[in-house]
C-alpha cells in the first residue's frame, strides 16, 4: 500500500467519524424536538413562540356592590405566626359562586385610629384555597412597621390580626382579578414569593382537585423555614400526588433549615431563579404563573424571555403598583410604537375639585397627581384591582399603565393606573 491510499484511508476514516457524530447529534436533537412537539400536541397547546398573550375576556362580578361574610374560623399558618388564614362564610346562607383560582377578594375594613375615629380602609387580599361552596379563605401575613423608620405598621392586616374574631363580620366585594390559572391541561410552573404564595395555593389546590393528572411543579422562596406557609401541608400533598413537584427555596436559612425536608419535597438554599429551573425541569410547554415582591418578578420575567419562554405562557402577579420589563410582548412592542404620543404635556381638569393643571410625563399616575394638587381621592390597593378610585370621565381620553384587574364602568377611569391620553376633564 502505497504513502497516498494510506493517507485516503486515513482521511476516510475521519470523515467518516464526523459523519457518524453529526449524525447523532442530529438525532439527539430530533428526539428532543419529537419530544417537544408530542407534549404540545397532548396538551393542545401550538407551539409558536411568537404567539401572543391569550386575550383575557372581562368577568363579571359574582354580585354587586359588597356582602357581609362571618369569620367562621382562623389559623396560624406559620412558625413565625406572622400568617393567617381567615375562613369566611356568607351571612346569608347562600351558595358560593366559584372563582377562577388566582383571584382575590376586595374588603372594605373600618379601622380604630389613634384618636379612637375609624379610618375607611379599602384592601384586596387573594383567595388561598380552590373554590369551596360554603366559604372562602384568604391568608394575610401580618405589616409590621419597618425597623429603624418612621413608617406605621400595616393598618389592615394588623387590624384583621388582632381585632378581628371568630363570629366577627366583613364587607365583602366578589371575586375579581384578570391573574388566576389556565383550564388546560398544560403542564404548569407556579412561582411564589414570600406571602405571594397565597393565590398559588389556590391554583394549586384547585389543580389537583380537578385535575389531579396534570404535570404542577411549584417553586416557594422565603427568607427561611419559619416563614414558610403551610409547609406541612404542602408536603402532605407532594406525597399523595406523584405528578405534584414542591421545591422549597430558602434565602438566608438558619440551622437546622436544610435538615428538615423529606422526599418527595426539595430544599434549596437559594432564591428562585432561572438557573435553578433549567437545572430542574425537562423539556416541556409549560405555562408559569408568578406571583411575589417586585424584585422578584423584574428578574425572573425578563430572565424566562431570555430562556426561550414565550410571552403567552408568562402570567405574573406583582405586590401593588410594579412596572416589570417586557421584551417579547405584542403590549410592549405596541406602547413601545406609540410612546411618541405620550411625551406632550396635558391638560387634565378636575371638575368637582375646580382645579386645573399640566400633567407631564413623569408626574405619575391621575391618581399621584390628583394628590398632588391637595385633591382627596378614594383609593385603596392603587394597582387597579379594588376600583375605589373608579372616577368618572366627562371630555377626553385615558390611556392605562398596566391593565386593571377591576372594570371600570363605561364613561369612567382607575385613576391609579391611568395617565391623560388627551386633554381630560374627571369628576373628582
Known sequence: MTSLYLLLWIAGGVLLQVVVYLCIGFWRHWQSYQALRHAASEFEIVVDPQ????????????????RTFQVERKALEDLAEQVCSFYLVPQDGKPLPPFLPGQFLTFALDVPTALGKTQSVIRCYSLSDAPQPTHYRISVKRAPAPAGSSFAAGASSNYLHDQIKIGSQLQVRAPAGHFHIDRSDAPVVLIGGGIGITPMLSMLNWSLKEQPGREVWLFYGARNRSELVMQTQLQDLASQYPNFHLHLCLSDPQIGDLGTGHSPTALHHSRVDVALLRLLLPLKPYHFYLCGPTPMLQSLVPALEDWGVPDARIHFEAFGPASIPRKNSASAARA?????????AVLVTFAKSGKQEVWKPGMGSLLDFAEGLGI?????????????????????EVAYTQAPDFDPEPGSCLLCVSTPKTAVTLEA
Open 51 to 66: 404567539a401572543d398573550p391569550e386575550v383575557i375576556q372581562p368577568t363579571t362580578a359574582a354580585w354587586a356592590g359588597y
Open 336 to 344: 413601545s410604537a406609540t410612546g411618541d404620543d405620550r411625551d406632550a
Open 376 to 396: 382627596v381621592v378614594s383609593s385603596g390597593c392603587r394597582a387597579g384591582g379594588c376600583g375605589s378610585c373608579q372616577t368618572s370621565i366627562r371630555t377626553g
